[in-house]
């Protein structure tokens, strides 16, 4: 069972950054696909960026290219997400998961096998 804990969530004004931080523990199978997703008020799950740790890969979704960085340490067995040039648009509830499969064929936020219990990302205008 792969532990997933976030953190790295606050307040802040628009056009600022945060990092967030995704911890995992108990890894049974030598890749992950690890994800970050968002739930804002009001709004459906969605995803905002994913990494395969096998191959270092990494996808973004349209609104987080050119403003989002998913990075991994593998010796800290940490996933980051850097944002920057946050907007209020961006303030959402935010989730780290992971799954031992390809990240290609996971269609869906509700594929994924473990979930962090999410940090809170507040952006004022």
């Known amino acids: 069972q792969v532990e997933l804990e976030e953190s790295g969530g606050g307040s802040v004004q628009a056009g600022g950054s945060l990092r967030l931080s995704c911890t995992a523990s108990?890894?049974?199978?030598?890749?992950?696909?690890m994800g970050w997703f968002r739930q804002g008020p009001g709004k459906e799950r969605e995803a905002v960026a994913f990494l395969y740790t096998g191959s270092g890969d990494t996808h973004y979704v349209d609104f987080a290219k050119g403003r989002f960085t998913i990075s991994r340490d593998a010796a800290k067995n940490t996933l980051y997400l850097q944002m920057n040039s946050l907007e209020p648009e961006d303030t959402a509830l935010y989730y780290c998961a992971a799954d031992h499969k390809y990240c290609s064929d996971l269609r869906s936020w509700s594929e994924y096998r473990y979930w962090g219990q999410g940090t809170q990302v507040n952006v004022s205008s």
């Open positions: 108990n890894y049974a199978h030598p890749s992950y696909c």
